[in-house]
């Protein structure tokens, strides 16, 4: 990288220490709205010089695929002694946890869980594995120590992650065990629903065990002021041990590109269908589905299709079982395919409905309404609701009467909830620059 002769020497020497080949930064990230957080900051480091690499897994390493981003997988860290015995694992449940049809490369799954499995036998034990796997399938999954060989062997500097339970939870305690720098982007509040439900399931046997370790990140990066409040709520019980004042409200790197692009989109008005963004949480067990399943056995007919958008991570198994729930009642759906971007099935959707999601924040931004779906009635501070963004629904009579009410987003209705948030734009730019400074020092 060729210097401009319009910097100073002040700053050619602070560009040259921070691309110091030595000072290494590990991006790690799933598919859904996590790689999209998380490839803007990235791009952003690769554009300045700096010696990144990037962890794209499951879903993830399709979209880096699709824009022509170089970008590693579990399998790329396997040394050869070591491939037949996490190869031997991997095959034994590929079959449930791999779709053909995914995309996804099935010698990268087959690594993938094999490295988890081997990890978990050494931590339980077989029998207590086999256990854990049965209650919370992937879930169970949190290769600490492999995330510690690879830092380790490639000299990594620092870490970042945004807030999966699995694999980045894995790479920022492992981050916390060497002492390396390490940064969570929070996609949402601090919400931590998916925990709650994994300890529900776990039992005292096991929630103890998965919770004791530590991803005290350096630095949290939050889209709004709301996030940080919810952290000053929720800290105590969080087990990230992050500072107050190390909890900095940057902006949400995907707001970032819908701002610039919603002003210019023709919002389309046809309004052709009810959006479900479908969340991939299997642990919620069927309650979503037989709140939609009512909802298109009594509405149906009087009611526009519903259009279905699954998880990028959803497996194909429960993607028929979905099929094959609803098809019982009602014809009038069907399936978005994936080379059809969230966004634009938002664009032509009257309104959004989901579980607490980013998608939620599209559709916002978007103009776009959107119900919260809550059949158990259990989240009584969701701060989507709290600043106007959505709406809930607890059970299917609700959710048609909100379906039916609902209207897009006015300018000064956007306006003054985005203020009641305290919605920071241009996150790319105030991470970067905070990841900077993280490293010099």
């Known amino acids: 990288m060729l210097l401009s002769k319009n910097y100073s020497c002040r700053d050619k020497q602070l560009i040259k220490k921070e691309m110091n080949p030595q000072k290494k930064i590990l991006f790690v990230s799933y598919g859904g709205g996590h790689i999209n957080t998380i490839l803007p900051i990235y791009k952003k480091c690769k554009k300045n010089g700096f010696n990144a690499d990037l962890i794209a897994l499951t879903g993830a390493k399709l979209v880096t695929e699709s824009q022509n981003i170089k970008s590693l997988g579990f399998i790329d860290f396997v040394e050869e002694k070591e491939?037949?015995?996490?190869?031997?694992?991997?095959?034994?449940?590929?079959?449930?946890?791999?779709?053909?049809?995914?995309?996804?490369?099935?010698?990268?799954?087959?690594?993938?869980?094999?490295?988890?499995?081997?990890?978990?036998?050494?931590?339980?034990?077989?029998?207590?594995?086999?256990?854990?796997?049965?209650?919370?399938?992937?879930?169970?999954?949190?290769?600490?120590?492999?995330?510690?060989?690879?830092?380790?062997?490639?000299?990594?500097?620092?870490?970042?992650?945004?807030?999966?339970?699995?694999?980045?939870?894995?790479?920022?305690?492992?981050?916390?065990?060497?002492?390396?720098?390490?940064?969570?982007?929070?996609?949402?509040?601090?919400?931590?629903?998916?925990?709650?439900?994994?300890?529900?399931?776990?039992?005292?046997?096991?929630?103890?065990?998965?919770?004791?370790?530590?991803?005290?990140?350096?630095?949290?990066?939050?889209?709004?002021?709301?996030?940080?409040?919810?952290?000053?709520?929720?800290?105590?019980?969080?087990?990230?041990?992050?500072?107050?004042?190390?909890?900095?409200?940057?902006?949400?790197?995907?707001?970032?590109?819908?701002?610039?692009?919603?002003?210019?989109?023709?919002?389309?008005?046809?309004?052709?269908?009810?959006?479900?963004?479908?969340?991939?949480?299997?642990?919620?067990?069927?309650?979503?589905?037989?709140?939609?399943?009512?909802?298109?056995?009594?509405?149906?007919?009087?009611?526009?299709?519903?259009?279905?958008?699954?998880?990028?991570?959803?497996?194909?198994?429960?993607?028929?079982?979905?099929?094959?729930s609803l098809l019982k009642l009602s014809n009038n759906y069907f399936f978005i395919e994936s080379n059809l971007s969230i966004e634009e099935a938002i664009i032509s959707s009257k309104v959004l409905i989901a579980q607490n999601s980013t998608t939620m924040l599209e559709a916002f931004f978007l103009r776009k309404p959107s119900i919260c779906l809550d059949p158990k009635n259990m989240r009584k501070n969701i701060p989507y609701l709290k600043c106007g963004i959505c709406q809930r629904a607890t059970n299917c009579i609700e959710l048609n009467d909100l379906i039916t009410k609902s209207e897009e987003i006015n300018d000064k209705r956007f306006e003054k909830i985005k203020g009641q948030m305290g919605l920071s734009l241009n996150a790319t730019e105030k991470i970067f620059s905070e990841l900077k400074n993280l490293i010099r020092n």
């Open 83 to 324: 491939r037949e015995k996490f190869r031997k694992f991997g095959e034994k449940i590929i079959n449930e946890n791999y779709d053909q049809n995914s995309g996804i490369d099935r010698e990268e799954s087959i690594y993938y869980l094999g490295i988890n499995w081997s990890e978990n036998l050494e931590r339980y034990g077989e029998e207590k594995t086999k256990l854990l796997y049965k209650k919370i399938k992937r879930h169970s999954f949190l290769p600490i120590k492999f995330f510690e060989k690879i830092i380790q062997k490639n000299n990594y500097k620092l870490v970042i992650t945004t807030n999966s339970p699995k694999s980045e939870r894995a790479a920022l305690i492992a981050a916390n065990r060497l002492n390396i720098k390490s940064i969570r982007l929070e996609d949402l509040f601090f919400e931590d629903h998916l925990q709650l439900e994994i300890n529900e399931k776990l039992g005292n046997d096991f929630s103890s065990s998965i919770g004791k370790y530590k991803s005290t990140p350096s630095k949290i990066f939050v889209m709004c002021q709301l996030t940080k409040d919810m952290y000053k709520l929720k800290k105590k019980t969080l087990l990230l041990g992050t500072k107050e004042s190390d909890v900095i409200v940057t902006g949400q790197p995907i707001l970032d590109r819908l701002a610039i692009n919603s002003s210019s989109l023709e919002i389309k008005k046809q309004n052709n269908y009810v959006l479900w963004s479908h969340a991939n949480r299997t642990l919620d067990g069927n309650e979503v589905l037989n709140m939609i399943s009512f909802w298109l056995e009594k509405f149906s007919s009087n009611t526009l299709p519903l259009a279905i958008k699954l998880h990028p991570d959803c497996p194909n198994e429960e993607r028929s079982y979905i099929d094959k």
